[in-house]
């Protein structure tokens, strides 16, 4: 059976960017290959939480996969810093990964250009942290959005060299993964870019349908379409990507005709999409409120999945070591 490996920073909650680029992936491939999905706490450390924050986040998504629909019987849910061999597989392939390539990145730009005071080296060798998450189960796919893209070419580069350095067909070499369809990317209210936790322009799983109408009422738009067929700008572009994640074809036909006559409201066109969130987050927040006060099934559930992945990654590190050239005396 193939293998998945995925996981997710515990920056904050889950918006809906994680749930349509990965989330949602994960539900169908639980059923059908052996999955590993993981809690990125080492990766968080990257912008220095508090203690009490980094716990209450690894908390609170871990509650969020489960609300989601994650099945700790049918698949491997765990914490990253519950599996340290991933510490010392990337230290490891650290000897193999160039900082020329590394800064070139497009996330390590884009996190120098806004973070100047704390271009830390965790930064810059994130890929290879990533790299070793999805080698360590020696994963066959990835499921993630767009914007993990280059990270994960830099896993089947990472990968491809060690097989390489040592003359040893030993890693698989993953493969990114959408369900047969494109990467998506999942765009954020402020009318350009991707739906982030970082840029306040996200809607959480969490969030009440208050909060999720007055977002999704705020989010920018244009002046309208003043002639027949006009091209759409990134904005509304961006309102119609969204409602393809959450609303019925015929619903999306209908305001697209609408633009394309001329005859669109906004205003019309934000209450629908706002309505149908509404209507998809309602039974997760529900499941997010009743896990949440479940403290000994959550450690039922981290204990088993740190027990599964430990199995598999204590054996690629053993055989990593003995590849290297590291022998017992
Ligand atoms: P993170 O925590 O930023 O996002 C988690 C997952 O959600 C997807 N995602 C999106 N998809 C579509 N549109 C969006 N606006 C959007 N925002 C987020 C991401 O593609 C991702 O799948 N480096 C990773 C975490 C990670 C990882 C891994 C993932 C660490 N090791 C190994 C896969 C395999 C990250 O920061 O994702």
Same mark, same amino acid.
């Given at each position: 059976?193939?293998?998945?490996?995925?996981?997710?920073?515990?920056?904050? #909650? !889950?918006?809906?960017?994680?749930?349509?680029?990965?989330?949602?992936?994960?539900?169908?491939?639980? *059923?059908?290959?052996?999955?590993?999905?993981?809690?990125?706490?080492?990766?968080?450390?990257?912008?220095?939480?508090?203690?009490?924050?980094?716990?209450?986040?690894?908390?609170?998504?871990?509650?969020?996969?489960?609300?989601?629909?994650?099945?700790?019987?049918?698949?491997?849910?765990?914490?990253?810093?519950?599996?340290?061999?991933?510490?010392?597989?990337?230290?490891? !392939?650290?000897?193999?990964?160039?900082?020329?390539?590394?800064?070139?990145?497009?996330?390590?730009?884009?996190?120098?250009?806004?973070?100047?005071?704390?271009?830390?080296?965790?930064?810059?060798?994130?890929?290879?942290?990533?790299?070793?998450?999805?080698?360590?189960?020696?994963?066959?796919?990835?499921?993630?959005?767009?914007?993990?893209?280059?990270? !994960?070419?830099?896993?089947?580069?990472? =990968?491809?060299?060690?097989?390489?350095?040592?003359?040893?067909?030993?890693?698989?070499?993953?493969?990114?993964?959408? #369900?047969?369809?494109?990467?998506?990317?999942i765009p954020?209210?402020?009318?350009?870019?991707?739906?982030?936790?970082?840029?306040?322009?996200?809607?959480?799983?969490?969030?009440?349908?208050?909060?999720? $109408?007055?977002?999704?009422?705020?989010a920018?738009t244009d002046?309208?379409p003043?002639?027949?067929?006009?091209p759409l700008s990134e904005p509304i572009a961006n309102l119609f990507t969204l409602m393809t994640a959450v609303s019925?074809p015929?619903t999306i036909d209908y305001f697209k005709e609408q633009y394309a006559?001329?005859?669109i $409201?906004y205003?019309?066109l934000k209450?629908q999409i706002?309505?149908d969130?509404?209507?998809?987050?309602?039974?997760?927040?529900?499941?997010?409120?009743?896990? =949440?006060?479940? =403290?000994?099934?959550? $450690?039922?559930?981290?204990?088993?999945?740190?027990?599964? =992945?430990?199995?598999?990654?204590?054996?690629?590190?053993?055989?990593?070591? *003995?590849?290297?050239?590291?022998?017992?005396?």
């Amino acid at each position: 059976m193939e293998t998945v490996v995925s996981g997710i920073r515990p920056t904050g #909650n !889950l918006h809906l960017g994680n749930y349509f680029g990965a989330v949602k992936n994960f539900l169908k491939m639980q *059923e059908d290959y052996n999955c590993y999905f993981f809690i990125a706490d080492y990766h968080s450390l990257t912008t220095h939480p508090t203690p009490a924050d980094l716990h209450g986040n690894v908390r609170q998504v871990l509650v969020e996969y489960l609300a989601a629909g994650l099945d700790p019987e049918k698949a491997t849910i765990y914490i990253q810093s519950d599996l340290p061999e991933v510490a010392e597989l990337t230290l490891l !392939l650290n000897m193999n990964a160039y900082v020329g390539e590394l800064q070139r990145t497009t996330s390590f730009k884009e996190k120098v250009r806004s973070n100047p005071n704390n271009v830390n080296a965790g930064l810059l060798t994130y890929p290879v942290l990533m790299a070793s998450d999805i080698i360590i189960h020696k994963a066959h796919k990835v499921p993630v959005g767009k914007d993990q893209e280059q990270n !994960l070419e830099m896993t089947r580069k990472f =990968a491809t060299r060690f097989n390489h350095m040592y003359n040893h067909e030993y890693f698989t070499i993953p493969e990114p993964f959408n #369900n047969g369809e494109a990467l998506i990317k999942i765009p954020g209210l402020d009318g350009s870019g991707k739906m982030g936790k970082s840029d306040g322009n996200g809607i959480y799983l969490a969030d009440s349908p208050k909060e999720i $109408r007055k977002k999704v009422m705020k989010a920018v738009t244009d002046a309208g379409p003043t002639e027949q067929n006009a091209p759409l700008s990134e904005p509304i572009a961006n309102l119609f990507t969204l409602m393809t994640a959450v609303s019925q074809p015929d619903t999306i036909d209908y305001f697209k005709e609408q633009y394309a006559n001329c005859n669109i $409201r906004y205003g019309d066109l934000k209450k629908q999409i706002a309505e149908d969130i509404v209507a998809f987050t309602n039974p997760i927040r529900e499941k997010i409120e009743a896990i =949440a006060s479940d =403290a000994d099934y959550l $450690r039922k559930v981290v204990n088993m999945g740190k027990e599964k =992945a430990h199995e598999s990654a204590t054996k690629t590190i053993r055989e990593v070591r *003995e590849i290297i050239g590291f022998k017992p005396f």
